[in-house]
Nanobody
């Protein structure tokens, strides 16, 4: 499975972006997918995750109410809608897929997409 994250860019504080994580090579319809981010000089941190069915969704506390994760298994794609962006949301955002939803060492990682939020 190859994961391609896209949709990053430069946005002003308070703005919105929608990231996409498109899979190729095989279907990820049976995989949980997570989003992570890594700010400059900091460790990579969990952002949000969605089960293969979409029935179970998890967010990091600081993202609740601002970010929404969703998936379209027909398109083999997972999305992260980010609203009310803050400068501290600036980071490289990565998606990952794991058959069991264990994020300690997911099966697949995508390359990152850079999100820059200006104040």
């Amino acid at each position: 499975v190859q994961l391609q994250a896209s949709g990053g860019g430069l946005v002003q504080a308070g703005g919105s972006l929608r990231l996409s994580c498109a899979a190729s090579g095989r279907t990820i319809s049976r995989y949980a997918v997570g989003w992570f981010r890594q700010a400059p000089g900091k460790e990579r941190k969990f952002v949000a995750a969605i089960s293969w069915s979409g029935d179970n969704i998890y967010y990091a506390d600081s993202m609740k109410g601002r970010f929404t994760i969703s998936r379209d298994n027909a398109k083999n794609t997972v999305y992260l809608q980010m609203n009310s962006l803050k400068p501290e949301d600036t980071a490289i955002y990565y998606c990952a897929a794991d058959i069991s939803g264990s994020w300690t060492s997911p099966h697949y990682w995508g390359q990152g997409t850079l999100v820059t939020v200006s104040s």
